[in-house]
């Protein structure tokens, strides 16, 4: 068997996709999986760090505006759906599974012209392009969030990796931040952006840096590794540790009693799964699905929500600050953030995977 995986180009398309992956392999080990992506993408570095095999088809970015740059399109989208159909004739793919981004509409479309199933997840509350076009060519569509737009998607969650889904953050507190370089007997807030970082996360933070730790909290900061820091936090006990980039997202959860962070669909997954309560930030930009990704948690008592135009050091320390300092209320969070979270998405989809395969549907 043989299955094909496109999602590309940011982590919230092909995290889910390798784990997907990983749990194909674990039921079937003997399966086939080929991952489509582009060479802009983050998956070019992902896909190969987790032992599969990429294939590289044009990216073909849809203009949103009627600008000079569509009348390309139609020449470059044929150009990428052949590729892309070359590749699942190469690899004799049973399947194709898609996860958004760019290299998602060539797939949905190659796959319909080869007569192959088509799955597609969406994580999101609200799809972007490439699955709202590859849900009218399926009938199995499954998605992550619980208010999806998507009219006939099966909710099912978003697949996460292993080391996530089955961190036992309590356990590992202790160890988790002896390895950051953190006293284990302090309060620690985790600040992050994503995969790429976030600079008004990062300004705010480390102006409230100062009045945090001077009221005992301690601080483990990743800034993206496209972010400099102008100036490093002075020394001193607590630690506000800086990071341009963390492989070990497990350990700092595991680290951390609250997060500061944006709020893509793959973030509000992971820190419900592990029960780590946070301040959600929403992206300031897009169709507005950040938002609608933290506000479920948020209404259910496992986080906050705060407008990026709002986000200020005094905010971090007028909000942020008491619920650090009150161990009651973090544990309350935590139980609430992980009533949300979904741990078995990955073999759930890997099994409806397998059905549809078995079934030729």
């Not at 970015?61 to 052949?82: D, F």
């Not at 619980?146 to 009219?151: G, H, I, L, W, Y």
Request: aromatic share 4%; proline share 8%.
């Amino acid at each position: 068997m043989r299955v094909v995986l496109a999602g590309g180009g940011t982590a919230g398309h092909i995290e889910p996709a390798l784990a997907l992956a990983d749990a194909l392999r674990r039921l079937e080990p003997g399966i086939g999986v080929t991952c489509l992506g582009t060479e802009r993408g983050l998956e070019t570095r992902l896909v190969p760090a987790r032992g599969y095999e990429l294939q590289l088809v044009p990216a073909v970015p849809l203009p949103r505006a009627l600008t000079p740059q569509l009348l390309t399109v139609p020449g470059r989208l044929a150009g990428a759906i052949n590729a892309a159909a070359s590749i699942m004739d190469r690899t004799s793919a049973d399947i194709l599974v898609g996860f958004g981004g760019y290299v998602a509409t060539p797939a949905y479309l190659a796959a319909r012209r080869r007569g192959l199933p088509i799955v597609v997840h969406e994580a999101n509350a609200r799809p972007g392009l490439a699955n709202r076009l590859g849900a009218r060519l399926t009938d199995h569509v499954f998605t992550g969030h619980p208010q999806s737009t998507m009219a006939k998607a099966e909710l099912i969650g978003i697949p996460l990796r292993r080391d996530i889904v089955q961190l036992d953050r309590l356990s590992m507190g202790d160890k988790a931040r002896s390895w950051f370089g953190l006293r284990t007997d302090l309060p620690t807030l985790l600040v992050f952006g994503g995969s790429q970082g976030a600079r008004s996360l990062n300004q705010a933070a480390l102006a409230a840096g100062p009045v945090l730790r001077r009221a005992g909290v301690q601080v483990l900061h990743v800034l993206g590794p496209k972010n400099a820091l102008e100036q490093e936090p002075p020394p001193g006990d607590p630690q506000y540790v800086v990071l341009p980039y963390v492989d070990r997202m497990d350990l700092a959860y595991a680290a951390a009693d609250f997060a500061l962070c944006r709020s893509g669909a793959m973030t509000c997954a992971e820190l419900t799964a592990v029960g780590l309560p946070a301040a959600y930030v929403p992206l300031p930009h897009g169709n507005g699905e950040q938002r609608l990704n933290a506000t479920p948690i948020a209404q259910r008592g496992g986080g906050l929500v705060i407008d990026d135009s709002d986000l200020s050091p005094d905010w971090i320390i007028q909000n942020v600050l008491p619920i650090l300092r009150d161990p009651e209320r973090v544990a309350t969070m935590s139980e609430a953030a992980a009533a949300m979270g979904r741990r078995d998405a990955d073999v759930a989809l890997a099994r409806k995977v397998l059905e549809i395969v078995g079934g030729r549907s």
